[in-house]
């Protein structure tokens, strides 16, 4: 019986769903790796550079966000500051119930989810309506995105065509030309209905104040197409310095992501519409929210504030496609999210103190990340912590290494070890109470033991000579 | 201290024990040049290439525009009034063309045409901006968005864009007809946005 | 830390050796093998008897104190001028990578960097420390060849593979989804079993495709869970190591 619940988790999943998820993941990284190797001259050389922009935003936080702020009011754009959760959602709903606004239509955020925002306006009687295909799925479902690209990589069909069906969007009907064509007519009156439009931002340029949003399905500017308000909640790391520096991040997110040069809409917004456009927000507000990063900025694992949100480290992990995202607990999963979430949790790290466990360290996800963070650096620094607060996670199933570090340091201890450790081939191991042997033997089988065998042929050959 | 004092306060603690702080790194635009990238002899060409790789429709009279019309059926449209002069003379009586747009008639327009902003010929992307987009529901909405685009509109590659991104408050790279592929990962086109996306060259 | 900047072999070609704890405890004819593949290329080996383990094993843990422990022992054990060289690349890693993290706040960092600046695995060090370009003898047979994950961002399995793939006789057989761990990163296969199991058995199915005679890795770790998940499912199948497979192909060549 494994002890960690990634692992139970994983084991417990559906072969339908894992096939999805695996199946989805493995194309998603495939055609990542023709489209990003296949167009450079120095691929590795580009993630490289992304990287080290990404850290020096970060590392200069304290000058860069007071710059932006100052560019984005210049530029008409109202700024708020939330620390935590409760003041970014408090942040929302003040902007909207002193206009006397109701309904809001969004795209894809995952601060949103991090701070359940949806959660909190229904109960302060502000309606909030999912516009992207699949977290509008999700919704309807009152499920959870298992993908931070691919909300519902873990959905087949036949469920997605229930759901609508339940919701009464239409008889049965699992084609899927038919189930986005169902969404496209239901969404696009509620988008022209809604006050607000509420949106994330991939980068802003501290240079222009400019918000980038990435979509292919153009619910984002639908958004900001139909309704009066604006409100962008933006995590405070997504900052970039220059406008030229989203050229070259723009060259890889779309290529990491979805193997795409660019998604089909890439906004630059930078205000309230134009004067002479009939429509549009009139107003627009920034919500910069901490909520959790200016920790990961004390700690010594800041280097995966740099994340662009891409996926790339998802489809190419080899613990992810077997467990699937929901088996992370949190709004992040797979490796970025094995790294961010403990930290984003704060005083809740022991709660997620395992994920930072989950991990072969094969590196792959480093391989492929276009702002080069060391994740298997951080997983390791992150496991360090969970030894040090004693957080009962980090230490399931795992060996104690104490006796083992005596054992390994003695060298008499260690030799006497390896020649008497040859009684292992005439027990049973089976029968041996060291839970790792177990859990070993209960997948594969034991090589047999050689302990002393090469010393004694080294010292023999040696006496011969 | 208020929300913005205690975040930035927080933000400046975190970062003062660090030694030093990374620099931003120069680098060239060579980094980002694709290796297919070819000498910039015909924008239009390369664009009109590369538009169609993603799916979309280049095109290089109103006569075709017209007969794509006709032989999808769209009779009932939008077109921006500055553009319209230009293009009325070709279009017979059987389509019905209004230049305004009214959004409470959404389902009505079957195409919208509006004036590009610009294009990226590496990426096949056209940019619209709110300038010189009439209505950005016009451009949205409708199943067929026509951007009309001059030759001397078109950028070479993303960084050329980059550089020139004008003062305007919503610029929009569009690359191709909306899609997406929540759905087991099988591609669909026509999500929120237009489902057949068009570039008409009228110099 | 930059691989590039490593000690090179001295004009005596005398090394270090570093069996790893697994080899000392169930694989003695891989250690063997490197002895007699490192002397046929005539280097001098010393075999420092005090030595255990690497200390990774505490250290992906999380218990770097206990990591620690033992990296100082290494270290002690270790002490001169001469490269180390390890039939495993998860261990040069730990040396090279691991313990400069684990040690970053340490006073004694500059011994284990001393260490780190030598250390080579074995493929890496016939290749780009002793410059052999091809190897000879023969040894007929499919190779199929699993690359460890510490092995990214090194020199050794571009080595690795540059070698097998001179040996006459042998037939290198790519498989699918290579780039994909095999499951084991050490304490990882027993806290996470059945995800641990699971990538192994992928990784299996993708190799028997390929239909290879022997399966070769530079680590013996990769191959001890492959093996003995392919044992346990009633399949078994044939592993070797780098050195292994470099003495076989010596003596089939009459050379030793």
Redesign the interface.
């Known amino acids: 019986m494994?002890?960690?619940p990634?692992?139970?988790f994983?084991?417990n999943l559906a072969p339908d769903t894992r096939a999805a998820v695996y199946d989805g993941s493995?194309k998603g990284h495939e055609k990542r790796t023709r489209v990003l190797f296949d167009a450079y001259t120095d691929p590795n050389r580009l993630r490289e550079i992304a990287g080290e922009i990404k850290q020096h935003v970060i590392e200069h936080l304290d000058t860069y966000l007071p710059a932006v702020e100052a560019k984005l009011q210049a530029n008409g754009v109202k700024v708020h500051w939330a620390g935590t959760a409760d003041e970014a959602c408090a942040a929302v709903r003040d902007i909207m119930q002193a206009r006397g606004l109701r309904k809001i239509v969004k795209s894809k955020t995952m601060v949103s989810e991090e701070i359940e925002l949806e959660h909190y306006l229904d109960k302060h009687g502000i309606e909030t309506l999912e516009t992207d295909l699949g977290e509008f799925i999700v919704q309807i479902d009152h499920d959870h995105p298992s993908h931070i690209v691919k909300p519902i990589i873990h959905k087949n069909r036949r469920e997605i065509a229930r759901s609508f069906e339940r919701e009464g969007l239409g008889a049965y009907n699992d084609d899927p030309e038919t189930i986005t064509r169902r969404a496209r007519q239901f969404l696009r009156h509620k988008y022209l209905a809604a006050d607000v439009a509420l949106t994330g931002a991939n980068f802003v340029s501290v240079e222009s104040g400019r918000l980038v949003i990435v979509t292919n399905e153009g619910n984002s500017r639908f958004c900001l197409a139909a309704t009066k308000c604006h409100i962008a909640l933006v995590g405070i790391e997504k900052l970039v310095p220059r406008d030229r520096d989203l050229g070259l991040l723009l060259n890889l997110l779309g290529r990491s992501a979805t193997a795409q040069q660019l998604t089909v809409y890439t906004e630059f917004i930078s205000g309230p519409k134009a004067a002479t456009q009939p429509d549009g927000p009139e107003e627009m507000h920034v919500i910069f929210v901490d909520n959790g990063r200016t920790d990961v900025l004390a700690s010594d694992c800041r280097e995966i504030l740099r994340c662009i949100r891409c996926g790339a480290c998802l489809n190419?992990c080899?613990?992810y496609r077997?467990?699937s995202g929901h088996a992370y607990r949190s709004v992040y999963p797979g490796p970025v999210g094995a790294v961010l979430s403990p930290l984003l949790a704060g005083k809740k790290f022991p709660e997620l103190a395992d994920l930072p466990?989950?991990?072969?360290?094969?590196?792959?996800c480093n391989?492929v990340c276009p702002v080069n963070i060391p994740i298997p650096?951080l997983l390791?620094?992150l496991?360090?912590?969970?030894?040090?607060e004693g957080a009962p996670l980090?230490?399931?199933?795992?060996?104690?290494?104490?006796a083992?570090?005596?054992?390994?340091?003695q060298?008499a201890a260690?030799k006497a070890a390896?020649f008497g450790?040859k009684i292992l081939n005439f027990l049973p191991t089976k029968l041996l109470p060291i839970?790792?042997l177990r859990?070993?033997e209960?997948?594969?089988?034991?090589?047999?033991?050689?302990?002393g065998?090469?010393?004694s042929?080294?010292k023999n050959r040696d006496i011969k000579k | 201290m208020n929300p913005r004092e205690q975040l930035l306060a927080r933000v400046q603690a975190a970062l003062a024990p660090l030694p030093s702080r990374a620099a931003l790194p120069d680098w060239d635009r060579e980094l980002v040049r694709m290796r297919s990238a070819l000498p910039a002899a015909d924008l239009w060409a390369l664009f009109a290439e590369r538009l169609q790789a993603v799916n979309g429709t280049p095109l290089t009279s109103v006569a075709d525009l017209v007969a794509l019309l006709e032989k999808n059926g769209w009779k009932h449209g939008y077109c921006d009034p500055v553009l319209w002069p230009a293009l009325s003379g070709s279009f017979p009586a059987g389509i019905k063309v209004e230049t305004t747009y009214d959004r409470t008639r959404v389902d009505d327009y079957a195409f919208g045409i509006t004036s590009a902003t610009g294009a990226i010929a590496e990426t096949g992307t056209l940019i619209l901006s709110d300038k010189d987009t009439s209505y950005r529901l016009g451009a949205l909405a409708p199943w067929l968005h026509v951007a009309v685009l001059k030759r001397a509109q078109i950028l070479p590659d993303i960084t050329a864009a980059v550089a020139a991104l004008p003062p305007d408050p919503n610029i929009i790279w569009v690359t191709g007809p909306s899609k997406t592929a929540d759905v087991e990962g099988i591609l669909i086109e026509g999500v929120h946005g237009p489902g057949v996306q068009v570039a008409l060259l009228l110099d | 830390m930059n691989l590039s900047d490593r000690r090179k072999p001295g004009a005596d070609k005398r090394v270090q050796l570093m069996?790893t704890?697994i080899?000392?405890?169930?694989?003695?004819d891989t250690?063997?093998a490197t002895?007699e593949v490192l002397e046929y290329l005539g280097c001098t080996i010393e075999?420092p008897?005090?030595?255990?383990?690497c200390?990774q094993?505490?250290?992906?843990?999380?218990?770097?104190a206990?990591?620690r422990?033992?990296v100082?022992?290494t270290v002690r054990?270790f002490a001169g001028e001469t490269p180390v060289v390890v039939p495993s690349g998860s261990c040069a890693a730990m040396l090279f990578h691991?313990a400069l993290?684990?040690f970053e706040h340490e006073a004694d960092l500059p011994a284990v960097r001393q260490l780190a600046h030598r250390t080579w695995e074995l493929a890496d060090f016939i290749v780009n420390g002793l410059g052999v370009k091809a190897w000879p003898g023969r040894y007929d047979g499919a190779i199929a060849f699993h690359r460890a994950?510490?092995t990214?961002?090194t020199g050794s399995s571009d080595a690795a593979s540059a070698l097998l793939g001179s040996i006459a006789g042998v037939k290198l057989v790519p498989f699918g989804?290579g780039?994909?761990?095999c499951?084991?990163?050490?304490?990882?296969?027993?806290?996470?079993?059945?995800?641990?199991?699971?990538?192994?058995t992928?990784k299996l199915e993708h190799i028997r495709a390929a239909q290879p005679d022997v399966l070769v890795s530079g680590d013996m770790s990769c191959m001890?869970?492959l093996?003995?998940?392919a044992?346990?499912e009633g399949q078994p199948i044939k592993t070797q190591h780098l050195a292994q497979v470099l003495r076989d192909a010596l003596k089939n060549g009459g050379l030793i």
Do not use: I
Request: net charge positive.
């Open positions: 494994s002890l960690q990634l692992d139970q994983a084991r493995k190419v080899p613990v077997q467990a466990k989950a991990s072969s360290l094969c590196g792959a391989e650096d390791l620094r496991r360090a912590k969970g030894k040090a980090a230490s399931a199933g795992t060996p104690p290494m104490g083992w570090s005596v054992l390994a340091s060298p260690w390896l450790g839970p790792a859990a070993w209960n997948k594969r089988t034991l090589p047999a033991w050689k302990g065998e090469f010393r042929w080294l | 069996a704890c080899c000392d405890a169930f694989y003695a250690a063997r002895v075999f008897e005090g030595q255990t383990c200390g094993p505490a250290f992906n843990g999380g218990d770097w206990a990591s422990k033992v100082r022992h054990t691991g993290l684990e994950c510490h990214r961002g989804e780039e994909q761990c499951g084991f990163g050490g304490t990882f296969s027993v806290s996470f079993p059945n995800v641990s199991a699971g990538m192994g992928l001890m869970h093996s003995g998940l044992e346990k």
